[in-house]
C-alpha cells in the first residue's frame, strides 16, 4: 500500500522568496504524482502533475520527481501572499485513485 | 461548465441517523469517484466508479456505508447510523476516462457533522 509523507508540516516565507516542499513516497511504480493546493474552506486545485523523472514547469511551479530516490518536491518562485494554503502530494496507483500526504501549510508573509 | 456539484454544502445530523450526499459529475466523465478529508487521517480514497458500474470500493468502511451511480449524472454516498466519527468533508471528483494522464476535477465538498 502506497504511503505519502510530506514535509515540514508548516512552512513560512517571505514574499518573493522561493518555497520548496518536500514528499516521500513508498512505491516508486505509481504512474504520476501531483501537488494539489487547497485554500481554506475551498477546493483542491492541481497545480503540477509529473510522469517522468526530471522538472515540470507550470507557471511559477516546478515539481522535481526522483524515483529511485522515491521523492518528489515542489517549488514555487516569487510566492505571494495568496499563495498561502495547505500544499497536498498525491500519488496516482493508474486510475487518477490518489493517495495524498497529509499536507504542508505554508504562509507567504508580506 | 459548472464543474463538479455536491450538495448540501453542509449536513448536521444526529449520532445514529442516515446520511445521503450527493454529486452531480461534469457533464460527458465517466469515472467518478468519493474521497474524505479528516484533519486525523488527511484525504482518503473512498470509492470509484466507470461508466456507472462501481470498480474499487476498498477504501468504503465495511460497515454502515454504500455508494451507487445509477444514472451518468448524479452518484450518492449513503451512511447508515452515522456515527461522531463519520464527521468529515466528503469530496467527490469526475474525470474524462480513469487514466492516469486525465485531470481529475474535484467538488467543493460535503461537509458532514454528526452530533
Known amino acids: 500500500q502506497q504511503k505519502v509523507q510530506q514535509s515540514p508540516e508548516s512552512l513560512t516565507v517571505s514574499e518573493g522568496a522561493m518555497a520548496s516542499l518536500n514528499c516521500t513516497f513508498s512505491?516508486?511504480?505509481?504512474?504520476?504524482f501531483r501537488w494539489y493546493r487547497q485554500h481554506s474552506g475551498k477546493g483542491l486545485e492541481m497545480l503540477v502533475s509529473?510522469?517522468?523523472?526530471g522538472e515540470k514547469e507550470e507557471g511559477r511551479f516546478t515539481a522535481h520527481l526522483n524515483r529511485a530516490s522515491l521523492h518528489v518536491s515542489l517549488h514555487i518562485r516569487e510566492p505571494q501572499p495568496s499563495d498561502s494554503a495547505v500544499y497536498l502530494c498525491?500519488?496516482?496507483?493508474?486510475?487518477?485513485?490518489?493517495?495524498f500526504g497529509k499536507g504542508t501549510v505554508l504562509l507567504v508573509s508580506p | 461548465n459548472a464543474g463538479v456539484i455536491q450538495t448540501p454544502r453542509h449536513k448536521v445530523t444526529g449520532k445514529g441517523q442516515e446520511a445521503t450526499l450527493w454529486c452531480e459529475p461534469i457533464?460527458?466523465?465517466?469515472?467518478v469517484f468519493w474521497y474524505r478529508q479528516t484533519i486525523v487521517q488527511g484525504l482518503e480514497f473512498l470509492t470509484y466508479?466507470?461508466?456507472?458500474?462501481?470498480?474499487?470500493d476498498s477504501g468504503m468502511p465495511k460497515e454502515r456505508f454504500s455508494a451507487q451511480m445509477p444514472n451518468q449524472s448524479h452518484s450518492t454516498l449513503k451512511i447508515q447510523s452515522t456515527q461522531p466519527q463519520d464527521s468529515a468533508v466528503y469530496l467527490c471528483?469526475?474525470?474524462?476516462?480513469?487514466?492516469?494522464?486525465?485531470?481529475?476535477?474535484f467538488g467543493h465538498g460535503t461537509k458532514l457533522s454528526v452530533l
Open positions: 471528483a469526475s474525470s474524462h476516462r480513469d487514466r492516469a494522464n486525465e485531470r481529475l476535477f
Open positions: 498525491a500519488v496516482n496507483s493508474g486510475y487518477n485513485k490518489l493517495t
Open positions: 509529473i510522469f517522468s523523472d
Open positions: 466508479f466507470r461508466n456507472q458500474a462501481p470498480i474499487d
Open positions: 457533464s460527458g466523465h465517466s469515472a
Open positions: 512505491d516508486g511504480t505509481s504512474d504520476n
